[in-house]
């Protein structure tokens, strides 16, 4: 049972246009988000977080919103880079830790130059 | 030092074999955790070490024996695998304290293969 799905597998963007990565979770009890980078040979590196008291925010180029209602997140990348081609993950976690980390199933994003 | 080191990056090993896989992070984090990535997978969760005590195993065999030996070290003993246990384990450490700080720092990860 995918508690986190990401469900595009794959995206390609043309440089400079925005990136939208979408994320949808079933768990309820999860209250924090998380998006991780990660490249080829490399461990996931994190990117951006929110909680569930927000619905958005904010880290130069990349913006993270959160549709509590709809259980919907997504990550913004704007402008895309050629540095941002990478596989892209969603995680999530219940409150009180960050020690029960579920992730998603990840989106590759190829930015086109 | 803001790194997660793994060795070794590859290990190839038989059913029979026993091996281990560390981990070494220099950041003060008290809290580090094994994953297991299959390939087109997300990583799924193995073990949480807090405060050098095992405070989640997720159902794990016991052919998989963790060990934290002090707080900047993480071993994952392996012995008697299948070759269905080949994949990437990823360790991670977090400066968690009870709360949610988000980030995790993972190493480049080992990648197992069981023959």
């Known amino acids: 049972d995918q508690q986190v799905k990401q469900n595009s597998p794959s995206l390609s963007v043309q440089e400079g246009r925005i990136s939208i990565l979408n994320c949808d979770y079933t768990?309820?009890?999860?209250?924090?988000f998380l998006w991780y980078k990660k490249y080829p040979a490399e461990g996931p590196t994190f990117l951006i977080s929110i909680s569930s008291i927000k619905d958005k925010n904010e880290d130069g180029r990349f913006t993270v919103f959160l549709n509590k209602s709809a259980k919907h997140l997504s990550l913004h990348i704007v402008p895309s880079q050629p540095g941002d081609s990478a596989v892209y993950f969603c995680a999530a976690t219940p409150s009180g830790g960050n020690e029960k980390l579920t992730f998603g199933t990840g989106t590759r994003l190829t930015i086109i130059p | 030092d803001t790194e997660v080191t793994q060795t070794p990056k590859h290990l190839v090993m038989g059913m029979t074999n026993k091996k281990s896989l560390k981990c070494e992070q220099h950041m003060g984090h008290r809290a580090m955790y094994w994953y297991k990535q299959k390939a087109k997978k997300p990583p799924e969760l193995m073990f949480v070490y807090s405060y050098e005590k095992l405070s989640i195993n997720e159902s794990v065999p016991s052919r998989f024996s963790p060990e934290c030996p002090n707080s900047s070290l993480l071993n994952l003993h392996l012995h008697a695998l299948q070759p269905e246990d080949s994949a990437l384990y990823l360790c991670?450490?977090?400066?968690?304290?009870?709360?949610?700080?988000?980030?995790?720092?993972f190493g480049e990860g080992s990648r197992l293969t069981v023959l």
């Open positions: 768990n309820s009890m999860f209250d924090y």
């Open positions: 991670a450490s977090s400066s968690w304290t009870g709360a949610n700080t988000g980030e995790l720092f």
